[in-house]
């Protein structure tokens, strides 16, 4: 294993102490913990706090996505570990300026059940909290850590429209609204083409050949539902496509967003190859893709490869809620 840190044990203490040097006009650090908060405090007044959070190792997710416009709050838990309640209930206090708080979590089992103490914390200190669980992942159900559909890239999507709503002045029980509303219409799935390496247990969660691919794999290295030989682009892009064509039952004329997110070790060049083969293959089912990201939002540590996530856009208010301005580290407003 080779990685550039000291000690493993204190690599996500060093990494938020790194992040909050580098960008202190974007986040501030709470004391004693690893929860990163909005600079621009004053200017969340009157408004819904929006956190999230989870294991370290998916940067930029999610202290990538705390500013104006997105996150008021995010908290990193150890390496794909889920954050402390403590921690957690931190943030929210930090969060709230009077009209509540909303998080956004990943579906898995600790991260449900830690926000949820941390919500019943809150409830003591009589600050409103609500949430949105996110399953997005299509690939398989009741995997490691989860009960039922894991939460994985299309989050960042649930980030961006809760917070644009948030910054606009929605109320708590809006953005709940908004959320549940939101939500069945984001599916995710990825292929893997190599393990990640936990600093700590130096050496990848699974091993797949020099020549072997693995389809749904989780952001944790949790089980997918089938390994074959590497494929060209082309056909990555048919068996991922297709299996999302299965779950939204898409037609032509549908209109979409996009999310082409690399899983910590795939460049970019890679990235916009399948990009280009994912749009093309789109295009020809007559799919209006009114939204695109690609890059790297939600990784897995180095692992190699890439998710695909479909964004039903079902009404106009979301492609704005897409495209509204933010100011944050890791998501430019292209």
């Known amino acids: 294993m080779k990685k550039i840190m000291n000690d493993p044990q204190n690599i996500v203490p060093e990494m938020v102490a790194g992040l909050v040097q580098a960008y202190p006009q974007y986040v501030e650090r709470l004391p004693e913990t690893e929860a990163l908060v909005r600079h621009d405090k004053a200017s969340m007044a009157g408004k819904v706090g929006v956190i999230s959070g989870g294991g370290s190792g998916h940067e930029p997710t999610h202290a990538g996505f705390v500013g104006a416009g997105m996150l008021s709050a995010a908290v990193a838990g150890q390496v794909f570990t889920s954050p402390t309640p403590d ?36 409830d003591l200190d009589d600050i409103k909290v609500k949430s949105i669980v996110v399953d997005d992942d299509i690939a398989v159900e009741n995997s490691t850590y989860t009960q039922g559909r894991r939460g994985v890239a299309g989050t960042i999507f649930m980030h961006k429209i809760i917070g644009a709503a948030a910054d606009q002045g929605a109320s708590l029980d809006e953005l709940e609204a908004l959320a549940k509303k939101v939500m069945p219409n984001i599916k995710t799935i990825a292929v893997a083409l190599s393990g990640a390496t936990v600093p ?25 539902y089938r390994k074959e030989k590497l494929q060209p682009s082309k056909a990555l892009v048919t068996e991922l496509l297709g299996r999302l064509k299965d ?16 899983m910590g070790a795939t460049p970019l060049m890679e990235q916009y190859v399948f990009t280009n083969d994912a749009l093309n293959q789109l295009a020809a089912d007559d799919i209006n893709v009114d939204f695109t990201k690609v890059g790297n939002y939600m990784t897995s540590l180095d ?32």
């Open 303 to 334: 692992m190699a490869g890439i998710s695909l996530t479909l964004f039903k856009l079902e009404d106009d208010a979301w492609l704005k809620g897409l495209q509204y301005p933010v100011d944050t580290i890791a998501w430019t407003q292209k």
């Open 200 to 224: 700590e247990v130096g050496k990848p969660g699974f091993d797949l050949a020099d020549d072997e691919i693995e389809y749904g794999v989780g952001i944790h290295g949790e089980p997918g």
């Open 87 to 122: 921690q957690l209930y931190a943030a929210i206090k930090a969060a709230d300026h009077g009209k509540g708080v909303f998080m956004v979590i990943k579906n898995y089992s600790g991260d449900v059940m830690n926000f949820d103490m941390a919500k019943d914390m809150a």
């Open 247 to 262: 779950e939204f039952k898409y037609q032509a004329g549908d209109h979409f967003a996009v999310l082409i997110n690399g």
